[in-house]
């Protein structure tokens, strides 16, 4: 055996003796953070918990404890799909990667999120981060990792126990008080507790957008289902929500179910519900999501990755209104409304075989197509506008230079609407003053149109100039790209101020007397 993995071996020991000497989390997972620390590099680590109802918290900061941290909601950023999916996922460039735009900070450069998972059970994450160029992560760090998690996997069982038998007490008392406060503040005929789902702003003034609206209220007020067809980041969810807060369905629940995140079991699972009995928590019922939004909506996006036993599942409850929970025969009905979507060509997906055709059809009873930005050119400024102010004070809030403006109306938008608020929201970190400027745009941008530039300079056509008519049009084209200023227009040119105005004078663009 090697000096270094004596040391490694050395190191495993002492965290295994240190680990199953504690139940203590903060204790717990502060030391499995040095551990990991050493092992990979990085500038921060922290470790989340993860939470039977998707959310988190943070427990662990740079092998620090974190006490009394406020959770965060299901799905968000890349520890809730890292949750949900329970698989590792890394990027070496999170400020242009859409899993991060909900929580990246603006010094991030680089993340790793590995899950702990004991028994098939997900107890939490733990996450790499890079602040600089200089960090970036690989494959072999996910081994490193999940292969540091194996050797521990004795105290992880232990500690997956206690949090088990934790987080039981701590919903039951939950709903002990959620009772009590019920029953104080009941009337009769009346709940109380129930909240609708409140619909978002869809800002759009272009024609096709006009166009799009008036056919989604249009659906609204119908109670079909429908199938919605749209590149990512269109806002096609936001759509959804507005059919569903605008139909007769508003006051029942409106769920959102991805078919992109976990496996088949998973999906199974979040749709229909399941049965099932556990070693710790005993029997358990988990309600899917024809249970929960029975009388509202059930909105899946990317149904284009729906397994085919799903699909067959799916389109058996729309003839019959009727499904059981994975790991029963019961039968249970509910009443919903199912709005569809997919950023892919659906009836190439039908055709190939991959998804069914009957269940294609009934979807989408009606069809609607979200537009991309591109084919919304006029809404580009007023959308900016939002997302660079969204949340500020009037006292705080920054307006776009004509440049910017031409550069964002100009740029293709591959990400659409969800790719401009996240550009929007670091420009305004980055902007120091109250005008947002070209260089403080996103490098994606500023690169196109760099190309589009050099593609425009090649294919100039050629025509016969004299050496005087050629000086004649790179003074102008100077000092137009210089805004006007002369003084700097001389210098860029190397020559002297005087000179400058002379040849103005001389191509008849100023008076003698200027001159």
Request: charged share 30%; with cysteine; proline share 2%.
């Amino acid at each position: 055996m090697t000096i270094e993995m004596k040391k490694e071996s050395t190191k495993i020991e002492n965290l295994l003796s240190t680990l199953l000497t504690t139940l203590d989390e903060q204790i717990f997972f502060s030391e499995l953070s040095k551990f990991f620390k050493s092992e990979i590099a990085c500038d921060e680590i922290i470790i989340n918990l993860a939470h039977e109802d998707g959310s988190c918290r943070i427990v662990s900061k740079n092998a620090k404890a974190v006490k009394n941290a406020k959770r965060v909601s299901k799905g968000l950023g890349a520890v809730g799909h890292v949750i949900k999916s329970k698989r590792a996922y890394f990027s070496n460039n999170v400020q242009r990667d859409p899993l991060f735009a909900s929580t990246k900070e603006e010094n991030s450069h680089s993340e790793l999120c590995v899950p702990m998972i004991i028994d098939g059970v997900i107890i939490g994450t733990i996450s790499f981060k890079g602040n600089n160029e200089e960090v970036n992560f690989k494959k072999e760090d996910i081994n490193t990792v999940l292969e540091g998690l194996n050797a521990i996997q004795k105290p992880l069982k232990n500690m997956k126990m206690y949090l088990s038998a934790k987080f039981l007490n701590e919903s039951l008392k939950q709903k002990i008080e959620e009772k009590d406060h019920e029953l104080k503040n009941s009337v009769p005929g009346v709940n109380l507790s129930r909240s609708t789902t409140q619909e978002k702003e869809i800002i759009g003034k272009s024609e096709i957008m006009q166009e799009l609206l008036i056919a989604v209220d249009r659906v609204a007020a119908s109670d079909v289902n429908s199938y919605m067809a749209g590149e990512t980041g269109v806002g096609k969810e936001m759509i959804a929500r507005r059919i569903h807060c605008r139909s007769e369905r508003k006051n029942h629940a409106f769920i959102v179910v991805d078919c992109s995140m976990g496996n088949d079991d998973y999906l199974e699972a979040e749709i229909f519900g399941k049965e099932e009995v556990d070693a710790v928590r005993g029997f358990r019922v988990k309600k899917g999501a024809l249970e929960a939004a029975n009388g509202g909506t059930i909105f899946i996006n990317n149904i284009e990755k729906m397994p085919v036993k799903v699909q067959a599942r799916l389109m058996s409850f729309i003839n019959d209104l009727a499904y059981s929970r994975v790991g029963t025969h019961e039968k249970l009905r509910s009443n919903v409304r199912i709005i569809a979507a997919s950023a892919h060509n659906m009836k190439e997906r039908v055709e190939e075989g991959t998804f069914r055709e009957d269940l294609f059809y009934n979807l989408s009873t009606i069809g609607l197509r979200v537009p991309s930005l591109r084919e919304r050119k006029s809404d580009i400024e007023v959308l900016a506008n939002h997302f660079l102010n969204l949340g500020k004070s009037a006292e705080t809030q920054k307006s776009m230079s004509p440049g910017v403006v031409k550069l964002l109306e100009d740029y293709n938008w591959p990400g659409n609407v969800r790719e401009l608020q996240s550009i929007m929201e670091r420009a305004y970190v980055l902007s120091p003053g109250m005008i947002v400027e070209r260089d403080h745009l996103a490098d994606s941008i500023k690169v196109e149109q760099q190309e589009i530039n050099e593609e425009k300079e090649e294919i100039r056509v050629f025509r016969e100039m004299t050496l005087g008519e050629i000086e004649r049009e790179h003074i102008c084209h100077t000092l137009e790209h210089l805004g006007g200023n002369k003084t700097k227009t001389a210098k860029v040119l190397g020559i002297t101020v005087k000179t400058l105005y002379n040849k103005l004078h001389s191509y008849g663009m100023i008076e003698a007397k200027e001159a």
